[in-house]
């Protein structure tokens, strides 16, 4: 029997886990890993903050799969633009889709398109160093809001709130080192609707935030207030609980007097951007209170916060495959458990599959992609044991090598991902720092392919 042959489109840590499942079955499966950027692991390249080397060392564990030989990395493809879907499944069994995401969601106030107002994710592209976001960014702004208190917002007003100095250390390659360094905020004010027991902050994200010895975090004692619904969510998860124990010790001990002031503010729902000569001039919020049941209702009071910038952090929006069913509204493919639907309440697409961010939404840790895969990869596993999968015109291995080459496609390796590793870190070792990224995308290419 020939091996079952498998494309996972997306190099992140879903597609990746995908991967290592497929490989790990009964069954003899060759995977390849489709990827649009030149250099693998999504989101833990691009997204998790450069000072969170820990988080971006998950890496090193998925070295192990990523050096199998029934695996390989065609990296500089972007399945649905440089190939389409029907071209892969000549070739494949089955493919599952790991996509991601890369952009922000909307928030629908007045004033959100004034310049100074941005989305926390081109930020993130920004500081990560993704060759698709700016080089440059006007940091000239002395005080800063952020709306949204999940760990996106607290990334981005950490990242805000350091120093260029304390954040050389990491990864950031120069532009951003340059840029950082002239940073002019001393405030960070971080804004959320509810209350402390509805914050989606994880403890650790938010205990480390006192670690940087220039950041004061500040919250007031009157933002400290939960009803029985709140109660109840912090009897129910140890982590929120913490989260609030947390918070309260903020409330109430003694500054230490670091220079940068980050604020936590609860029950501020943002209401408008306030613009002069076209540019962010202050946030209005209206003041909320809790309702009893978890969430809050308006107490028809307002502030107005004099910032100069504003960053929204209410969420990621992962974008549609060409030619791949796409559920606008929850912004996800549709799916069941995984299995791709022809539309919302659709029937099974034979073949196709869906995996991470893409299938479920932008919520979640590295690790929860891990449980998604499994649910993923055994069905698609079921309905090969069962007849279910549609066969490929061209299942040998060289096959789709010869089509991406004849279309003039230069995919990069997981070998050229080492090549350009050792550029990065060798640039980084010059500077005593384990690695420096390299920001354009022509260049990751060259070296991947030298
Ligand atoms: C700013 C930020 C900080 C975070 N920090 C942490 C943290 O500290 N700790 C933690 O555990 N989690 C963190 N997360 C969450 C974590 O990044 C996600 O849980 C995880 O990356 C989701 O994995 P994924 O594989 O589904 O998506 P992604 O990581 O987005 O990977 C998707 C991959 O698919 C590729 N792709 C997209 N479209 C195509 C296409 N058409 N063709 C080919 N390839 C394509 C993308 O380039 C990308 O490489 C953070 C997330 C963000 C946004």
Same mark, same amino acid.
């Given at each position: ?88 499944? !000549? ?24 310049? $100074?107002?941005? $989305? ?119 982590? !929120? ?15 230490? #007097? ?19 000569? #076209? ?9 909320? !209170? ?17 910032? !100069? ?51 479920? $939404?932008?919520? #979640?840790?590295? $690790? ?47 070998? #050229? ?34």
């Amino acid at each position: 029997m020939r091996p079952l042959r498998v494309a996972v489109i997306g190099s992140g840590p879903a597609g990746i886990y995908a991967s290592d499942l497929l490989m790990k079955s009964d069954r003899d499966v060759r995977v390849d890993l489709f990827e649009r950027m030149p250099a693998p692991f999504g989101l833990i390249r691009y997204g998790v903050a450069p000072d969170h080397p820990r988080i971006k060392g998950i890496v090193n564990a998925l070295y192990k799969v990523m050096e199998k030989p029934e695996l390989r990395l065609l990296g500089n493809v972007d399945v649905g633009k440089d190939v389409t879907v029907s071209e892969l499944q !000549q070739f494949y069994d089955a493919v599952v889709f790991a996509t991601g995401a890369t952009a922000d969601r909307d928030l629908n106030i007045p004033g959100i398109d004034l310049e $100074g107002s941005h $989305g926390a994710a081109e930020f993130v592209g920004f500081y990560d160093g993704n060759p698709e976001f700016p080089r440059t960014w006007d940091l000239s702004a002395e005080k800063v809001a952020v709306i949204g208190v999940g760990n996106v917002g607290l990334d981005v007003a950490r990242v805000l709130a350091k120093t260029g100095e304390e954040l050389h250390v990491t990864e950031i390659p120069d532009n951003v080192y340059e840029t950082l360094k002239n940073n002019k905020a001393t405030e960070v004010h971080v804004f959320g609707r509810r209350g402390p027991a509805q914050a989606k902050f994880t403890p650790l994200e938010l205990k480390e935030l006192d670690h940087s010895p220039t950041i004061e975090v500040v919250v007031n004692p009157e933002d400290i207030d939960y009803d029985e619904a709140s109660e109840a969510a912090r009897r129910e998860s140890k982590s !929120q609980d913490l989260v609030c124990q947390t918070l309260e010790q903020y409330a109430i001990r003694d500054p230490k #007097g670091a220079p940068h002031k980050l604020f936590i503010h609860f029950f501020e729902s943002p209401v408008e951007v306030i613009g002069e000569d #076209g540019k962010v001039a202050g946030l209005k919020t209206e003041r909320m !209170q809790l309702d009893g049941k978890g969430g809050v209702v308006g107490t028809g009071e307002f502030n107005t916060w004099p910032v !100069q910038a504003i960053y929204r952090a209410v969420g990621y929006r992962s974008d549609a495959v060409n030619d791949v069913p796409f559920d606008d509204r929850a912004a996800v493919i549709p799916n069941d458990g995984g299995h791709v639907l022809d539309g919302v309440d659709g029937s099974p697409i034979a073949g196709l599959y869906t995996t991470g961010w893409i299938k479920r $939404g932008p919520v #979640g840790l590295i $690790g929860n992609t891990k449980g998604d895969a499994k649910e993923t990869i055994e069905m698609l596993l079921a309905d090969d044991a069962a007849g279910n999968l549609p066969t490929p015109a061209q299942p040998e291995l060289d096959a789709v090598i010869g089509f991406l080459e004849g279309k003039g496609i230069e995919y990069t390796t997981w070998e #050229g991902w080492h090549k350009l590793d050792a550029v990065e870190r060798e640039r980084g070792e010059a500077e005593g720092r384990e690695r420096k990224k390299v920001v354009e995308w022509e260049e990751m290419v060259r070296h991947s392919r030298s």
